[in-house]
């Protein structure tokens, strides 16, 4: 069987008779969408994932009912196309190897992408034909790239609604920066460091004792400025640079990066570190004076370089003290030992509910850490007293005007405080490390002056998107407290840039609106779509009044059509379309994005379209790796969907990926695991030539059971999909049902026909070709746009199924004891006694064994064998048992041909052959076995 042949053939039916292509109707509608890839190369194994996912519940709500829209379209502006058209032009040897090695373009073709346009042109063809080669069923009557000028007429309205609002604002805030592009840099324009984040240090102002010099302690925790005993410092190269016309002990690193910010700065001149440990510094808070100390452990490159130590509720302080004790670096620079004796940790903060004496002594011991080198466990003590301390902790007595208050909001206040009483700055840094830009440069963290900025600090629109976050739906349920901290950390971000592909700001358009910005409402954007690549829109049409009347209903018709020039029968067409598809159903993404895309397309909804157009549902998926390896489109390994669907097939290659781990969990990629399934999905196709045409006979106790086990199928099939839980969804329709049928085969069934229609409909989201090929070998209706199956509970039979589980535990039984017997003939089957089903009986109905026992003893019978009846009944209490309502002895004698063949013994039923001790081990529903 050649699966490509299959699947390209059913491909050219969907798309010749427009299957997938929606039409505004009675029917309920359900939009779904998924990100549209970013087109600086082929599509890979991550978009592979979170594209198929969207596919297959897209093809599952279709056969619910829904008349389903699942669109695509192409993500280009940036600067990423640009540098990659530069470096191909030169003929970089990095990239002319990456793209030929993992994105799979021919070496003649890439040497021609030397401009954005033939690059754009290139990929989106590319991952069009891709996305068509797994078969996914989008209404490619709505594609689009963003350098369309029809999109960008799109993009300057929604920018003029937002400044409109008041939520563009200009001013200085910090943002990842390309010191060589001289432009703001965002996800996309990254090589490394995709998911850092911006974050805020507080600047305490410690200032040298008897001098004017000051050590700027950069903290994440300014609440425990109360709490320090010592400063650290590396013993290294330092500098005095003047800052704001203070004189700063930084860092070098530190220093540079100042120099990105809004504040004056200006070496001085390079010192050694080592001329001031044992030094004083003075608490600006407290007045105390804590010495400065060597530590080897400070990475010069994050913050100042200057660190303070608070040793009660910071483990790596605590441990840095206790390692400091040990060893002779205060001798080496000349410390007196009894300075380090003088350090007591100062406990700040009590945790409610917990009983902690010092909390980062405590949980040191606790997780066994015995010196700095155990960085694992103390950065999960680290994790541990912070997350218990934010949340759960209250200032104590020794904080001042701060005492009583939450950790949580104690932060903020001291903050707040140190900054208007000139005791604090604050010193913007990157979560993590390194961030480098497509160009190849180090990136930094650069304050931009008079830059345009989405306000998202706005606290009345994030109350909005707070409480409409939770009236939502997010997949999985957990992920919405991190959407909630998201949301409630997001900082005022930088929406415009200099360089790149993009929209200019309508009203400065020295400016292009950022790759990121310019991405959060497009799925509005796929309703004119359609009428743009029909010819009957085009861009002069766009006006702000046209899509003020289609999105926001505003506006007179007649008015509306003679500003636009698009005729009153379209517009109200259209506005037609976008009241029945808006709003997003589900919008199906990777994690990556959780962080940015999709809070801003939260933000933007709420901010500019009606409560009933909000988005309604957003699930999550996790990462692919590659044998194990993180895969990297700029540095290797690398699967392109393309590569994949060629050498295994579109089914092959879907099934697998919805496979290989629940959507919430990250996913491997694994080469012999996918040609196992290939292997799977021939025995579909095998079973199918045999059996799929055959007539249906009468059915048997035997077919009875399949189609019992198959609605349970159905039951856990489709509450899987409706959860989005792929994995688990294949698991059961496919694997379960496929073991069901080898069971059903072996004990010789031949009507495997009674449920064949249904398993493919069943399996039609998740490998519709094939299933589309054998449906047509019966049908000629589209298996895609069928019913799915719905479950029957008038066709479960839990005696049928129960009795063939019995079956396969009494072979399994006879198989095990089998082993110990050598040249085993025979296999005797001795059923209980008849007492002993009248124990189990009692013991059922009374459920309590003083009371059965009280009810068997008055049966004149029992009472005879009264000390082996409790005996037994102790043991259905404690062992129960689970076939005990079944006609064992009719079920086996019926299925003894099938357990000789199973076993390879004679089966018997003489009991007078087995021995007594033997015989008194029958249970009801566990028989006695005995081999010779």
């Not at 997350?387 to 005007?401: A, D, R, S």
Request: charged letters at 35%.
């Amino acid at each position: 069987m050649n699966f490509r042949e299959i699947e390209e053939k059913w491909q050219r039916e969907w798309e010749a008779n427009a299957i997938f292509q929606p039409e505004v109707s009675d029917k309920e509608k359900f939009f779904i969408t998924i990100p549209y890839p970013y087109l600086n190369g082929n599509l890979h194994a991550g978009h592979t994932r979170t594209f198929t996912i969207g596919d297959a519940v897209a093809r599952y709500k279709r056969m619910l009912g829904y008349n389903v829209l699942f669109p695509m379209g192409f993500h280009v502006t940036g600067t990423p196309i640009i540098g990659l058209a530069e470096l191909i032009a030169k003929r970089d040897e990095r990239t002319i190897e990456v793209y030929t090695k993992y994105h799979d373009v021919p070496y003649d073709e890439l040497i021609k992408l030397t401009t954005p346009e033939r690059i754009v042109e290139y990929f989106s063809r590319e991952a069009e034909n891709a996305l068509k080669m797994i078969g996914f069923s989008i209404d490619w009557r709505r594609k689009f790239t963003t350098m369309d000028e029809t999109y960008q007429k799109f993009i300057e309205w929604q920018y003029w609604k937002l400044k409109e609002k008041g939520l563009i604002v200009k001013g200085s805030h910090p943002v990842r920066y390309c010191p060589n592009d001289d432009n703001p840099v965002e996800d996309h324009d990254l090589l490394a460091g995709e998911e850092a984040t911006i974050v805020e240090f507080t600047v305490i102002k410690f200032r040298l004792e008897d001098d004017d010099l000051i050590l700027p302690c950069a903290t994440l925790r300014p609440e425990t400025v109360f709490g320090v005993t010592n400063i650290w410092l590396k013993p290294a190269k330092y500098v005095i640079a003047e800052v704001d016309g203070e004189r700063w002990l930084v860092s070098r690193e530190a220093y540079e990066k100042l120099t990105y910010t809004d504040k004056n700065v200006r070496l001085v001149e390079e010192v050694d570190t080592s001329k001031f440990f044992g030094k004083f510094a003075i608490n600006p808070v407290t007045g105390d004076r804590v010495p400065v100390l060597p530590a080897d452990f400070v990475d010069t490159d994050n913050a100042t370089g200057v660190v303070m130590s608070v040793p009660a509720h910071a483990p790596f302080d605590y441990v840095a003290l206790k390692d400091l004790e040990k060893s002779d670096v205060l001798e080496k620079y000349g410390i007196p030992r009894d300075l380090l004796s003088r350090i007591k940790p100062i406990v700040l903060i009590r945790i409610e509910g917990e009983e902690y004496e010092i909390p980062a002594k405590d949980i040191v011991e606790e997780l066994g850490v015995k010196s700095q080198s155990d960085a694992d466990l103390l950065e999960k003590a680290t994790k541990t007293v912070y997350k218990k301390e934010f949340h759960k902790g209250v200032m104590l007595e020794n904080t001042g005007k701060y005492a009583g208050m939450k950790v949580s909001v104690a932060k903020d206040r001291v903050h707040e405080d140190l900054i208007r009483e000139g005791k604090g700055d604050v010193f913007y840094e990157f979560s993590e490390k390194p961030v480098i830009c497509r160009c190849g440069t180090k990136c930094v963290v650069k304050v931009v002056k008079d830059q345009w900025f989405l306000n998202y600090s706005n606290p009345e629109w994030k109350e909005k998107v707070l409480e409409w976050l939770e009236e939502m739906t997010i997949i999985p349920e957990y992920y919405k407290e991190e959407f909630r901290n998201k949301i409630e950390w997001l900082k005022d971000k930088a929406c415009a840039r200099r360089k790149g592909l993009g929209t200019r700001i309508p009203w400065d358009r020295e400016w292009l609106i950022e790759s990121l910005s310019d991405s959060t409402i497009y799925m509005a954007y796929y309703i004119i779509a359609r009428y743009v690549n029909e010819g009957v829109l085009k861009a002069e049409n766009l006006v702000p009044e046209f899509f003020d009347f289609v999105f926001l209903g505003k506006g007179d018709v007649a008015e509306v059509s003679e500003r636009s020039g698009v005729d009153v029968d379209l517009l109200e067409r259209i506005r037609r379309d976008f009241e029945y598809w808006y709003p997003v159903d589900l919008r199906s993404s990777g994690k990556d994005l959780v962080a940015n895309h999709l809070l801003f397309f939260l933000f933007h909804h709420i901010a500019l379209f009606p409560k009933k157009y909000w988005p309604r549902a957003i699930a999550v998926n996790g990462f692919v790796s590659l044998e194990g390896k993180k895969m990297s489109k700029s540095k290797g390994p690398l699967l392109t969907l393309k590569r994949a669907v060629s050498e295994f097939g579109a089914d092959v290659t879907r099934m697998y990926i919805l496979h290989a781990s629940e959507y919430d969990s990250d996913a491997d990629w694994k080469r012999r695991d996918v040609e196992n399934l290939s292997a799977h999905l021939s025995r579909l196709y095998s079973l199918a030539e045999k059996y799929y045409l055959k007539e249906v006979e009468e059915l048997t106790d035997l077919d009875r059971w399949l189609v019992s086990r198959f609605q349970k199928a159905i039951k856990n099939t489709r509450d899987a999909m409706d959860r989005l839980q792929t994995r688990r969804a294949i698991n059961t329709a496919f694997f379960e049902v496929m073991s069901d049928i080898r069971w059903y085969l072996r004990r010789g069934g031949e009507n495997l026909a009674v449920i064949f229609d249904d398993w493919l409909r069943l399996l039609a989201p998740f490998t519709p070709h094939i299933c589309e090929e054998i449906w047509h070998w019966k049908h000629d209706t589209f298996i895609s746009l069928e019913r799915y199956p719905e479950y029957d509970e008038s066709k479960v039979d839990e005696e049928l199924e129960m009795a063939e589980e019995y079956l396969k535990v009494l072979i399994d039984d006879i198989n095990e004891v089998r082993k110990f017997v050598r040249d085993a003939r025979r296999v005797y089957i001795v059923f209980a006694e008849d007492w002993k089903r009248d124990v189990v009986r009692v013991a059922s109905s009374k459920g309590n064994m003083k009371v059965a026992m009280k009810e068997l003893m008055k049966d004149e019978r029992l009472r005879g064998m009264a000390k082996e009846v409790q005996s037994f009944l102790k043991r259905i209490f404690r062992e129960g048992a689970e076939f005990a309502s079944l006609d064992e002895e009719r079920i086996v004698r019926g299925a003894k041909d099938f357990i000789e063949r199973e076993t390879g013994l004679e089966v018997s039923f003489d009991a007078d052959r087995v021995p007594e001790e033997k015989r008194r081990v029958a249970m009801p529903g566990k028989p006695a076995i005995y081999i010779e």
